[in-house]
């Protein structure tokens, strides 16, 4: 009976004793398991028609440029593009024309620019299906290849670079750094990862680099109060 009493006090000590240890390699299996998760993503193959999805083009009668339709959890549908190419009065009076693949034109509601974003956007309803991609804030890792996509004379043109460096602009705004070669027609237009997820807009291109303008979902924020 002694024998039983020692040896369940031995049990009771050991496992007491290991608990912390094995609790810890249960949090760490489990974190590197969510970590895992949030970091893998299916790969796309077929970039020109997934950006196609939400490459839009915008008109005004002057000029075309490329958008790209997203979806904020809070502002519903918008549009941005690169604001250096817009007219602020004209965003403001409404009298862009904005046309999205298979749907018929449409009219925006309102129209502005996101505060030291380099960016323009406009909020607008339909009835039409419409698939938007959504507003994330990531950040790429290095040499990592990036897609976009402009329209040029009623065809897609596509186009890959790969992440060098992010910077912070005197204004605030954290932009992404990718080599390559874009003119002006691209500017605007959306920049996704391997996955196909939204990394930004591209606010400026050159013949060595193109820069995108970093989102988060809480971007539209001021513009909106």
């Known amino acids: 009976m002694k024998y039983n009493t020692n040896y369940f006090q031995f049990f009771i000590s050991l496992t007491m004793a290991l608990f912390p240890f094995v609790l810890s390699a249960i949090v760490f299996i489990l974190?590197?398991?969510?970590?895992?998760?949030?970091?893998?993503?299916?790969?796309?193959?077929?970039?020109?028609?997934?950006?196609?999805?939400?490459?839009v083009t915008i008109n005004d009668e002057s000029q075309f440029l490329s958008g790209v339709l997203v979806n904020d959890r809070e502002f519903g549908n918008l549009i941005l593009t690169s604001s250096r190419r817009l007219d602020r009065n004209q965003m403001q009076q409404n009298m862009?024309?904005?046309?999205?693949?298979n749907i018929d034109s449409i009219n925006p509601?309102?129209?502005d620019y996101i505060s030291n974003k380099n960016i323009g956007f406009f909020q607008f309803s339909t009835s039409a299906y419409?698939?938007?991609l959504p507003v994330n804030d990531i950040k790429p890792a290095i040499g990592e290849i990036a897609y976009t996509?402009?329209?040029?004379?009623?065809?897609?043109?596509?186009?890959?670079?790969?992440?060098?460096?992010?910077?912070?602009?005197?204004?605030?705004?954290?932009?992404?750094?990718?080599?390559?070669?874009?003119?002006?027609?691209?500017?605007?237009?959306?920049?996704?990862?391997?996955?196909?997820r939204l990394l930004g807009v591209i606010i400026e291109g050159n013949e060595r680099y193109f820069a995108i303008s970093s989102l988060s979902e809480d971007i539209f924020t001021n513009s909106f109060k």
Do not use: F
């Not at 862009?96 to 693949?101: F, K, Q």
């Not at 910077?167 to 500017?187: A, R």
């Open 109 to 111: 509601l309102y129209g």
């Open 31 to 55: 974190l590197n398991s969510i970590s895992t998760t949030k970091d893998s993503c299916m790969k796309i193959y077929d970039h020109t028609s997934y950006i196609q999805r939400s490459l």
């Open 149 to 196: 996509a402009t329209l040029l004379n009623g065809e897609i043109e596509t186009y890959s670079g790969r992440y060098s460096n992010s910077i912070t602009l005197d204004n605030g705004n954290l932009i992404h750094i990718y080599s390559g070669s874009v003119d002006i027609q691209y500017e605007g237009s959306p920049v996704i990862d391997q996955c196909g």
């Open 130 to 132: 419409v698939s938007a």
């Open 96 to 101: 862009y024309e904005i046309t999205i693949d």
